[in-house]
């Protein structure tokens, strides 16, 4: 029962990491040169780069998303519920982030 209970969250949080590379390999970019990554409703597009900085997000959120799946590895070996909330905390966070890839994208788009 433990097992079944430490591989769900994890399975959750590789699955929106998985998505979020999709999402950002497969995007309708309608701008070939620039992207907004910042936009102010008073002052418009405050931060434009180039569409290649859309894989930025995703990296970034792998790299955190590794770092708290390795900490509850290595913190659940004393306890569970350390472990739980390690591996959880990966889920939400890389829920979040694919929240605001998807927001970035259809903003984009």
Do not use: Q
């Not at 859309?54 to 290595?74: C, E, G, K, Q, R």
């Not at 569970?80 to 929240?99: D, E, N």
């Amino acid at each position: 029962m433990r097992r079944r209970s430490i591989v769900i969250p994890a399975t959750l949080a590789v699955i929106l990491i998985i998505l979020m590379w999709l999402l950002a390999f497969l995007a309708p970019v309608s701008h070939l040169y620039s992207f907004t990554l910042r936009y102010s409703i008073y002052f418009g597009p405050n931060w434009v780069v180039s569409p290649a900085w859309l894989i930025a997000l995703p990296a970034v959120a792998s790299l955190l998303v590794i770092i708290d799946l390795f900490l509850a590895y290595i913190v659940g070996r004393g306890t569970v519920i350390l472990a739980h909330l390690w591996l959880w905390t990966a889920v939400v966070m890389a829920a979040g982030f694919m929240w605001l890839e998807w927001l970035l994208v259809g903003f984009n788009s």
